[in-house]
């Protein structure tokens, strides 16, 4: 698996030589016990560092200052029409489950029945907003 890795980081690198890889998919989203080797490691002389480990599919992922969001676990919603439409669809009737961002990293908004989702060490200026 690590070759596997290093390798897939050398051909991107090769093509798009200043792109950052961030984020990893494992093969056929089997999960090993200890995913640490998969954020981080060196095989074939090429080391690697990834953020986070996307699942194969799941659905919308949870805000990153969720309690529910685990970056080695992260959910996905599938580019195929149907899920899209699908997740599309039920945003559209569910606005309140929404990640809202001002682009101000330094802020999160949430709904006020909403807030005690937010990790506990969430040390971010929280700007609570009622249902529409």
């Known amino acids: 698996m690590?070759?596997?890795?290093?390798?897939?980081q050398q051909w991107i690198q090769r093509y798009v030589p200043d792109y950052r890889i961030r984020?990893?998919?494992?093969?056929?989203?089997?999960?090993?016990?200890?995913?640490?080797?998969?954020?981080?490691?060196e095989a074939k002389g090429t080391t690697y560092a990834h953020d986070a480990i996307l699942m194969v599919?799941?659905?919308?992922?949870?805000s990153p200052f969720s309690r529910g969001f685990?970056?080695?676990r992260l959910p996905r919603i599938q580019a195929l029409e149907r899920?899209?439409?699908?997740?599309?669809?039920?945003f559209d009737?569910?606005?309140?489950?929404?990640f809202?961002?001002?682009?101000?990293?330094?802020?999160?908004?949430?709904?006020t029945?909403?807030?005690?989702?937010l990790k506990p060490d969430v040390k971010l200026r929280v700007i609570e907003r009622n249902e529409r």
């Not at 070759?3 to 897939?8: F, L, P, R, S, V």
């Not at 990893?24 to 989203?29: E, Q, R, S, Y």
């Open 70 to 72: 685990d970056r080695t």
């Open 93 to 98: 009737k569910h606005p309140n489950e929404r």
């Open 23 to 41: 984020t990893i998919a494992l093969p056929h989203g089997v999960y090993p016990r200890d995913v640490s080797w998969a954020l981080r490691g």
């Open 2 to 8: 690590r070759a596997q890795i290093a390798e897939a």
């Open 57 to 62: 599919s799941g659905g919308a992922a949870p």
């Open 113 to 117: 029945d909403r807030r005690d989702t």
């Open 83 to 90: 899920d899209l439409s699908a997740w599309l669809d039920w």
């Open 100 to 111: 809202v961002s001002d682009g101000d990293p330094a802020t999160v908004t949430v709904p």
